[in-house]
């Protein structure tokens, strides 16, 4: 079946810094990849729809500046947290639409990347 | 605006317990609706859907029944196991949308002890 692979599984980072997590389609094109952030104990919220070719659309509330989307080609798209901030520590998932089923998109999603900014 | 309430957790059960995981939604028009399970390290895995109302969404055991007039999608089990302790989310995509954009609710993780 369709995989999605995120990277890294676990980042630690000064405060400050930028980094990056990308998120792959195995084996499919992903044209529609979707970002969310999951706090503890908390529901998944969704940052983010990321088009291949085209800018992301941002869910109210969520600073495009800060959490800047890429997505380059039709397998990859990269979210990158600027400036990381301790408050910007999360579990970060990314979803692919790999088909449609009775009526409703079929989402596969990623294993998720856990940011811990110090 | 859009909106899915899952009810609190932990919920913690016996092994061969009836399990019942209440959900309900807030939408505007005919959702579609979606149970979503995360075990220990792994994503979200799609346990079962329904799209139109009085649809019964099943998998691995497990049953939902799409009610509109309760807006209800209640996830439930007649006899779980140990290895279904995980997260699970309780979901909808509105059915004008083409996006699968999915809004979650705030999952409860189920604890089954042998």
């Known amino acids: 079946g369709a995989v999605v692979s995120q990277h890294p599984s676990r980042v630690i980072c000064k405060s400050g810094t930028s980094v990056k997590i990308e998120c792959r389609s195995l084996?499919?094109?992903?044209?529609?990849m979707f970002w969310y952030r999951q706090f503890p104990k908390k529901s998944l919220m969704l940052m983010a729809t990321?088009?291949?070719?085209?800018?992301?659309?941002?869910e109210q509330g969520v600073e495009k500046d800060k959490f800047l989307i890429n997505h380059a080609s039709l397998t990859l798209s990269t979210l990158t947290v600027t400036s990381a901030h301790p408050e910007d520590s999360s579990f970060y998932i990314c979803?692919?639409?790999?088909?449609?089923?009775?009526?409703?998109?079929?989402?596969?999603f990623g294993a998720g990347s856990r940011l811990t900014v110090l | 605006g859009d909106s899915v309430t899952q009810m609190e957790g932990p919920v913690t059960l016996s092994e061969e317990a009836f399990l019942t995981i209440n959900c309900t939604y807030t939408?505007?028009?005919?959702?579609?609706l979606f149970w979503y399970v995360q075990y220990p390290g792994e994503g979200l895995q799609l346990l079962l859907k329904?799209?139109?109302?009085?649809d019964k969404g099943s998998n691995k055991g497990f049953e939902a029944t799409y009610r509109k007039e309760t807006t209800s999608f209640h996830l439930e089990k007649g006899s779980v196991q140990v290895s279904d302790s995980a997260v699970y989310f309780c979901?909808?995509?509105?059915?004008?949308?083409?996006?699968?954009?999915?809004?979650f609710g705030q999952g409860t993780t189920l604890q089954v002890k042998p």
């Open positions: 979803s692919a639409k790999t088909g449609f089923s009775s009526g409703a998109n079929v989402l596969t």
């Open positions: 329904a799209t139109k109302a009085d």
């Open positions: 990321s088009n291949e070719g085209s800018k992301a659309t941002y």
């Open positions: 084996d499919f094109q992903a044209t529609t």
């Open positions: 939408a505007t028009g005919y959702p579609s």
């Open positions: 979901a909808l995509t509105r059915s004008s949308s083409n996006t699968g954009k999915l809004i």
